[in-house]
């Protein structure tokens, strides 16, 4: 599918980080790009310069997706581009002992919950909307009608110590993909999920210097963390491959993660 001017796309967590990234190179390449996200401040903003809308949504509530879609499909119409990029990250054992007590206890279910909500039903809800409407199009170059980029993680496979519910909820998504082509594959719709490693995102912007280098020493090559803009160039790759199908990718510069 090659993107231009009559491309709608929908980018969930597109108002920062690779979300952001992959918002804007759509953008630029003429996708009619509209912004899920909960931060409505940062994705009005996004949307500004790009030419694109901002919809306030939690992609773990259906009410709240739903009107995100009406919104975008509003103002751009039925999108043929979906890129989830919304997630959360949980620290947590699954069990701990308090070292000053010696206290036992274990991961709230709650917020175990919590994560498979945002990270892996929110992405599957987002999924089955978007691919509902997307099956209402007429096909293009193969009968192709859409695609479909999801955001998994490297811990899907190697999660560390303190992950479970983190790396549960990214290897859900990286086991939907080819069970999800195969549902769609007689609708022409495709689907792939990328397995980032360390990127240089929000969330690692607050770390101190020294802990940001560690982590860039710790990757075999280049020794430095992944640019957001690399990621969207992986997503764009995926979206215009029309051959590009069920497949999961890591993109992580080769490394591996410990442990710890």
Known sequence: ??????????????????????????????????????????????????????????????????????????????????????????????????????????LPLDLFMKTLAVNLAGTFQCIA???????????LADGERGAIVCTASVAAVDGQVGQVAYAASKAGIAGMTLPIARDLMSEGIRINTILPGVFNTPLLAGLPEKAREVLSQSIPFPKRLGDPQEFAQLALMMVENGYFNGETVRLDGAIRMPPR
Not at 129 to 135: E, L, P
Request: net charge neutral; glycine share 14%; aromatic share 2%.
């Open 1 to 106: 599918m090659q993107i231009n001017k009559s491309i709608a796309a929908v980018v969930t967590g597109g108002a920062s980080g690779l979300g952001e990234a992959c918002a804007r190179m759509l953008a630029a390449k003429g996708a009619r790009v509209a912004l899920f996200d909960l931060n409505a401040e940062r994705g009005r903003q996004v949307a500004e310069e790009i030419g694109g809308i901002a919809c306030t949504v939690d992609v773990a509530d259906e009410a709240s997706v739903d009107a995100g879609f009406a919104q975008a499909r509003e103002a751009h119409g039925q999108e043929r581009v979906l890129v989830n990029c919304a997630g959360i990250g949980t620290i947590g054992k699954i069990v701990r002992r308090d070292k000053e007590t010696g206290a036992i206890s274990h």
């Open 129 to 139: 909307k978007s691919a509902t409407g997307m099956m209402t199009l007429d096909g």
